[in-house]
């Protein structure tokens, strides 16, 4: 017949258990809920608390377990298995919850950097029209200063052929063979001067000027034909 103290050992023992039982329970419905949280999208903040609450309940199992361990010495090693099972789900929740946290605040954290790599390839798309605006400008000036030069070639062509739109060049040149008796008569009995003019270079945008100044000094005179040779 077993003493008084083991009869009360052996309440104690199924009193722990019961406690054990009951605080499992409690940790196996936080760890539910804070599953449902994680799967669900919830908050960062709402699943650490969620988890804070878990890791409490995973204390008092531990806590519960040990004394049921003292209680019952025949059961301790069960015990000891049971609890890292218990412990092995508590530690996959953990995972999983701390997983998800990370991932959301990295998601919040990444939400003022996006904006600024948003405003960041604006502003380079923008320089980047600046710039094929002003390659299109100073092609179109380019363009347009080789047509102008163009032109200037065409008319100076022209005043070589005699020609000069809309009508005939006023520049006619004069040969030795025209030369009539009249000028003989217009000639001086005394040396023409030395007549300056600045000669053609070549350049088409100054031959109007070159025309201009020959045809007033020289060719548009009185002076016959050969003193104009011999006046230049």
């Given at each position: 017949m077993g003493s008084a103290s083991d009869s009360e050992e052996e309440v104690d023992a199924k009193t722990i258990l019961a406690i054990r039982t009951s605080a499992k329970r409690r940790h196996t419905r936080q760890a539910n809920h804070l599953k449902t949280l994680v799967d669900g999208g919830g908050?960062?903040?709402?699943?650490?608390?969620?988890?804070?609450?878990?890791?409490?309940?995973?204390?008092?199992?531990?806590?519960?377990?040990?004394?049921?361990?003292?209680?019952?010495?025949?059961?301790?090693?069960?015990?000891?298995?049971?609890?890292?099972?218990?412990?092995?789900?508590?530690?996959?929740?953990?995972?999983?919850?701390?997983?998800?946290?990370?991932?959301e605040k990295e998601k919040l954290d990444a939400a003022p950097n996006a904006k600024k790599r948003r405003l960041e390839l604006e502003f380079e798309r923008e320089q980047a029209k600046l710039d094929e605006q002003r390659k299109l400008e100073d092609i179109r000036q380019q363009s347009q200063r080789e047509q102008e030069d163009l032109t200037l070639q065409i008319e100076y062509q022209r005043q070589l052929e005699g020609l000069k739109s809309p009508g005939k060049s006023s520049f006619k040149p004069r040969f030795t063979s025209s030369i009539n008796d009249s000028d003989d008569e217009k000639r001086p009995r005394g040396p023409w001067p030395k007549i300056s003019i600045t000669p053609f270079n070549g350049d088409s945008r100054t031959w109007p000027d070159f025309e201009l100044s020959f045809g007033a000094l020289i060719n548009n005179t009185r002076m016959p034909e050969d003193m104009k040779l011999l006046a230049l």
């Open positions: 908050t960062a903040d709402g699943v650490n608390v969620a988890l804070a609450v878990l890791e409490e309940a995973y204390s008092e199992v531990v806590r519960v377990n040990a004394k049921y361990k003292q209680a019952d010495k025949g059961k301790e090693k069960d015990a000891i298995e049971w609890e890292a099972e218990i412990n092995t789900f508590y530690m996959g929740c953990r995972k999983a919850a701390e997983e998800y946290s990370n991932k």
